[in-house]
């Protein structure tokens, strides 16, 4: 890999941006500079004298979590009025998946696989979060994620680099719109620059340990991506990474996201990260903190006063060139006058006429009916038809809590703007239907069953039972990780319950990640997977089992059948003993003292199988789709080119509906050992019954192009096998040669 390329490109003109940043710069005093790399909470709607003075120094460049609009001008004002030259402030916060309106929590959104939708949702937050005078969102969270124990998974776009690629393509289009300048551009971040979802046992803040060309192939490149869609800032990891935590990690944050992507944005520290490197046992007080993370490549430190406190010193001590620290500091006023902060940073308080609209509830609904995901449904149970049925029992504690069901990371939306499951239901239904609500369980963790009883009557009276179940919205999210991840509390027994009424039970589950249901499977009819829906769950939950709508979402993510799986993901290497149905045995049949080789050998479990409960990019549809006929427009390409592939895909069901049409390879020999199936391509379709579609991929030899043991990113030749079809276990297939 050559050392820098970034620096090998032809020097650009100095632009108006780049002649005022550097006039600006020149009248810096060093206390300045260091103020610009320190980023502070705000006082919570309140400007304290404290954080007034911070400001009026120059000592400051950047507040966070400050939503109330009047006291963002005000802080606003103090940076452009009373300080000495009048730099305005980064005002960031986590717009992660809405700001007023809240939009399916990203994993949600993942399973929409829809890049438009996407990026209408992160548009509309910009838009929210923006006339509230927020310009920086500490958002695509971007971090590979494979394990559903880790909390933080339900913030990720899940386990797949390609989808995730071009989801946080969208996002950061979303976001930033054309122009970082226009009113409603806010400035995105993507984060945790990384591996932070390999943390070691899906406990959050853990250790991480990839090796490199691992790191390379799959936790990287939707970070290369977002540098490559113009993302405007980089959040480092909490994480240790191979020994050396991300907030110090020089390799990561200069050799390859300066010098080899050419990344030209400020980089910020997570929340107190670099006083943890301390913490890490990696830096022996915060002075030393200070000096390993601004020469790693943290430009902006979140939270924490190393900065402040020891940079001035570092600076005049000469271990820390002045010359960096301005290159630093240019970064992040570059992004400021981008930003347009320079000529106008203030946002008038009558500007919010764009919250919660009824654009922004159409896109959220929608966005809401995408990302459901039908994992069962049994003799076609779904969707209830309004007229053959006369009562309806509605139970569990999710179906009638609009907090609950924005998820984690929505800091902004109201409960009481949320609509529910079980108020949207009753206005579908009005007096067609007669609508029993049992909460039947406090939260979705209790252990108490005092309310089953009311929970099996109603159901008793019913001609089907909704079970509205799943994880509260505090069971996910940042340092919320869980090393079970069942349905929580006594919902596992709610269900065997309300099973032995007889009554068929259409189960909803909202929750933040994947969630075991080997144990329930059997005893419901249909499973509808609606993670945290956000503010219009209930009316696009509703438009669903009443069938409006066909369910189109697909799982970003695999779902195991039980923990112990942890980490099971589709793209697995095969193995020199992959295992097989042929091979898989049971641990009941194995006789007692049988000999040591008398199983297959293979990579099985004994006590579990082998494949997961639901495979990535699974979901059903109210319909059905055929996938014949896949072409490929020649046998043979050379590297740098592209080959056609088609397939057709027809709706041979009743129901107009949405079908996600995947495409997978497979290098079967390569210098690396290669993944069993990649994602190479999707597309989102709508086809009527009856109706087929012709769907064509072009797939470039860059395509297929993966880190080898030089670290040299190429495509090689051989053979390839390609799969399409409406998830991850897809069989229609045909092959290809790669030649040099
Ligand atoms: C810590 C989280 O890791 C990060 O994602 C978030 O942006 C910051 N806190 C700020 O809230």
Known sequence: MPANLCQQRPVADISDTASKVVTLLSKMTIEEKVGQMSQLPGDGGNVSNRLRKTIENGHVGSILNEVNLDTINELQQIAIQDSRLGIPLLIGRDVIHGFSTIFPIPLGQAATWSPDTVEQCANLAAIEASENGINWTFAPMIDISRDPRWGRIAESLGEDPFLCKSLATSMVRGFQGDELSMPNSIAACAKHFAGYGASEGGRDYNTTNIPEHELRNVYLPPFKAAVESGVATFMASFSDLNGVPATANNWLLTDVLRNEWCFTGPVVSDWEAVPQLVTHGISVDRCDAALQACTAGIDIEMASDCYFNHLIQLINDKFISISEVDRIVSRILTLKFNLGLFSNAFTPSTQKANVLNKTHLKVAKEAAIKSCVL??????????SKGKINTLSVIGPLANDGYEQMGTWAFDGKASQSQTCLQAIKDYAGNAININYAVAMENSRSNHQQGFGQAIESAKNADIALMILGEEAILSGEAHCRANIDLPGAQEQLIEAIHKTGTPIVLVIMAGRPITLEKVIAKVDAILFAWHPGTMGGP??????????????????????????????????????PPSQETFVDMDSIEVRAPQTSLGMTGTYLDTHFTPLFPFGYGLSYSQFSYTDIKLNKEVIAIGNAIEISVTVSNIGRYNADEVVQLYTRDLVASVTRPVRELKGYQRISLAPGKSQVVMFELHTDELAFHNRKMECKAEAGLFHVWIGGDSSATLTAEFRVIN
């Open 375 to 384: 994992l069962k449904n049994n003799e076609q149970i779904l969707p209830i």
């Open 540 to 577: 696009a939950i509703t438009d669903l089992l009443f069938g409006l709508v066909s369910p189109s979402g697909k799982l970003p993510v695999t779902f195991p059948r039980t923990v112990g799986q942890v980490p099971l993901y589709y793209a697995q290497k095969n193995s020199g003993r």
